[in-house]
């Protein structure tokens, strides 16, 4: 399969049009910082955890099964788990992308062997249908998965194309012939439906981009605009389940399942931008809009529902039952970071941010071999540690565990750490965009000219972050820095030839410095990282009289460990004439400790705590952080004494 | 099979030993107001509309098709519907103890009929298992129900043998079969399991005590014992879900699936009582207290997980995600009833009260048509009325819907309207205990004298009740009132020949009279009415800031329809300096109008409403009663004014 012409680099986005222009993991070098070490504990730790996992479970020895012929009896896993083998996968070829590791492109070959040993002739690639004895090819689209799981598979094969394109290892084979299969089963003659889980419109749309073929942007389109009318089977949590309520073009918020929602808004951003449908595009931006402005956690976190990890209605946020999955956080981040690339507005990576630091970050162990599935913002009771060689139910760990039945979670964040250079910088014909800040490098090239800028900053924990030109840049460009919703009256100043030449207040948007650089011509910018107090939107009725606390881009959160012989998360109330004050970055709250009256029945005729006398000091943790410590209680949302 | 020689009468539950002796609807007639209405509606509406579903949706017809032998091919319904036709059996023999209808009488006749003809030789009895092509017998105690259906099947004849000891149509023939293939088949030789839903356990014991037949209190005992040792299989939602988790003797609190916990726990105490056995009966009273104390709602309602149906830890109580199963408000009055009768406490009756007002008459629809399968205590919008004709998902309707897809709620309330009678009034050794109050009659015997007492209130609309004796009580016996938690300084007063003899304030808990009663001997209870503010335990965090309103048992709600021209109930503040006023018996409170800032973000440095300028005055309605005007949006729990 012919590649087309010009490949935009190491990115797993590359609109045709739009925009930004996305700078991959080739043009841009996260080097230190908080980013960077979570990308050496995924490279170093989790994907090996991941490795282990899929081969003790018996969901990579799958393939080996199908290829003997040998299923269905000595399968295992569920109906998807094909598709976490295709995220590790892209995780890999993102890493051997940035690192180039040896032993890795080895392994990575090997793996795919085993999948491609397992297509069958016409390109059907799944281990738990198609053979006698398991359900027949498209028989279940509902819950099926078989498109979900070609879709992790396309996404694969783009990622390792855009980083090895001269490789022979034959995983593009597979996916297209994967793919020519899709486009005739259910292309405009073939069956007129869709699969219960969406992720394969933006598999097949990136497909298109890689080797040119219209037919799988076609279908992508197809599948995006047959989805909203009803063609699934109903099932007891409605069709929105599915997004197959209302037709995308007309929905005005995302509904459903967390996850599919936001993969079929980010597959549809893609159909938008390849066909030129303002339409489409305009729906979809409505919809995140307000997705953000009523269905989201502080967090990022996306999804209030345990029982169908679904979006509540329009204010239902309750921290205790935050569902807020670590996978619909990564497809938020997919959706919203597709917008950013379209449309350019500022608050598409402002969301971005927000997600990554507070939902991407907080789901594995410092250590990378343990997992939330979901996210809470308010743990009540302080849970026991899952047993490091034990399958955990999905969403019930109140610690981090290694491996979930459905363990979706680990290589999606992996694939998320292993691509994330790529979120990073963007670029137009007129300069460059800094849409995150970690300390790193920037090189590439805008009208013709070579630019490059270092990075460095302690980002999160300091405000500060200083772009140096390490070469000059001879005509003038415009350097665009994100300036986050939260950062109010930042300071921009430009440093040229050792003296400061400009300096503003900027606010919340773009900040824009267009000029020539020198050599060693600096921009610096100083986000106000104070802690902040924040309050709900007065419709968000489970944080009624509740503030949470922010630094930066990071949620922090009070818990029981902080709380030794002062009482428990519970029976704190935050003191809200007491300024909040930071030790070392760490933000510390004074908090009057009540005592509940302990009574036979909850409700009655007066409130029912008593105040204690004595305030006191306590720290809070990032909320990314918390449960690091052993089993803890927390809250996000601090009660105020009233 | 032989009855016991002493029949307790018209009574759903019929302890060998205990506190207080309950009298059935033999010796206690509602005779009007707010749950003789109910009844009425039950009887002429409730029991044909259900009658008309089974048949409709095949789930009486499946017996028709075991008999014949075509089964599996066109069975319809869950794996559970048998236990549908037994709840609505067990009803109509409650109604025919009351009114003796004929009508009624040949319809119960028939379909006693059908279920029997269905029967195997050796007992078993189920229209989803044990045939050809079908599960085969007891494979799947975790999610098959065969002895859940059978608890029911054995609660239907005890109401029938109780009702009309000398009928002939064979439903007790039926029961004591299968009675006698569980004890083979799970006695201590047997099958050392337990059903995954509980109520075996409480049918068991009260068709033990029916026939005299030890084995069956036996069998309910070793149900009871071995269930929280981890017997079922492991499932995602733990094994909390069926209360496999700890042992009955050890557990502190209901946990799991509402309905189960509950039925499992109204089984052991009939185990406790029967056995002697004070060790369980005090951990079954723990068990209530602290799920009172902290996992129930304001309206008595219980388990808020939509997921698993299941209580939530301590204090997660969600108003707006509450599930407050119908059934599980129908479980609980079974529990409580039972810790009543063996314990005396006053308290257990007023969760029956109120569970009763706010749970149980909030599931039917005026017309006794259509039902709530959960109770959400905060509806946001207003949703669309179910169709006539259409069976609806089993707990997302926003309006009342005629049937479910899981349609326990419709019998299962029928069954306890038609027996509520025998939750009015008991007797002891020395006198009579009124545990609810409502216009009617009771007559029965206390120390071999006959006593009569009629009751004349209109309560709950007033709090005035009149209880006089209509013939003379010679021998002094001890009337006792329950006096509700919420009755602070009620009023007691005894009229004897035109005057009054005592006056006195009395406090909640038992208010006692013991005297001889001349004919028209008047005993006076004036419960306080007026409107009560009521402020949630500080622990609840969901309803932080808010109140509720109750008047005598019924919690009260504000709903949109009462808002037009004003707001919504999202956008209402309660004015805590304004008196609620009462007209015609309804609270009015004062509202403030807040005006929210719709913002892009819904967390801001500071609180985004804004307060109108102008208060109004709005009715609230009792709960039970909303949605009866038409689609509404609803909240049981209002949020202060700051």
Known sequence: MKLTDHQPGFVPVAPSSGRFRPLGSDDVHITGGFWAERQRINARNTLPHINHWLEREGWLPNFDLATEGSLPAGRRGREFSDSEIYKYLEAL?????????????????SIVARVAAAQEPDGYLNTYTGRPGQPARWSDLEWGHELYCFGHLFQAAVARVRTRPEADEGLLAVATRAADLVCEAFGADGLQSVCGHPVVETGLAELARVVGEPRYLEQARLFVERRGQGTLKPIEWGQQYFQDDVPIRTATVSRGHAVRANYLAAGAVDVAVDTGDDELMAALETQWRNTVARRTYITGGQGSHHQDE???????LPPDRAYSETCAGVASVMFSWRLALARGDARYSDLVERTLFNVVATSPSKTGTAFYYANTLHQRTPGAPAADDAVSPRAESSLRAPWFEVSCCPPNVARTLASLDAFVATADEDGLQLHQYAAGTIRTQVAGQVVAFDVDTDYPRSGSIRVTAPVAIDEPITLS?????????????????????????????????????LAGDRVELDLPIEPRVVHPDGRIDA???CVAVERGPEVFCLESVDLVGVGDVANVRLDPAA??????????????VVRPDDADWPYAARPGEQPAADAVEVPLVPYHDWAERGPSTMRVWLPLAT
Chains 1, 2 share one sequence.
């Open 310 to 316: 679904a979006f509540g209605e329009d204010w239902v």
């Open 481 to 517: 820095l994100r300036i986050p919703q939260w950062a109010v009256d930042a300071e921009l100043r430009v440093h040229s030839a050792g003296e400061v030449v400009t300096s503003e207040v900027v606010q919340p948007g773009w900040a824009v410095v267009r000029r020539a650089f």
């Open 543 to 545: 944080v009624r009289g």
């Open 93 to 109: 070829a993102w890493e051997i992308g940035r690192s180039d590791d040896q032993e890795l492109e080895a392994l990575f070959r």
């Open 579 to 592: 300024p909040i004050v930071t030790k070392d970055g760490v933000p510390i709250v004074r908090v009057l």
